[in-house]
């Protein structure tokens, strides 16, 4: 059974650094996509980050780019997510997230606080 699970969240002084990963099991993890969503409270679920199976192509939300970086190591069944200049908007809890044909896999999310 697919099962993705966070780690790495935590508190951090705004302008301070986190990375995320995600470690997967449970299906060919090489072969498909990843993403990582947000939800801050009281918001909607939100697009982070994307990255390709190979991890050739990556897109981000235009509130992350050039603060955050998406990679992936296939060898490892893990996807990670560098931030850095944490602001205190990107306070949310962080998703991993896999789509295979039209099921949709989540892991249970890590806390990220950015506040001083």
């Known amino acids: 059974q697919v099962r993705l699970v966070e780690s790495g969240g935590g508190l951090v002084q705004p302008g301070g650094s986190l990375r995320l990963s995600c470690a997967a099991s449970?299906?060919?993890?090489?072969?498909?996509?990843m993403d990582w969503y947000r939800q801050a409270a009281g918001k909607q679920r939100e697009l982070v980050a994307y990255?390709?199976?190979?991890?050739?192509?990556?897109n981000y939300a235009d509130s992350v780019k050039g603060r955050f970086t998406i990679s992936r190591d296939n060898g490892k069944n893990t996807v990670f997510l560098q931030m850095n200049n944490l602001k205190p908007e990107d306070t949310a809890v962080y998703y991993c997230h896999l789509r295979i044909g039209s099921f949709e896999f989540w892991g249970q999310g890590t806390q990220v606080t950015v506040s001083s």
């Open positions: 990255i390709s199976s190979g991890g050739g192509s990556t």
């Open positions: 449970g299906y060919i993890f090489s072969i498909y996509a």
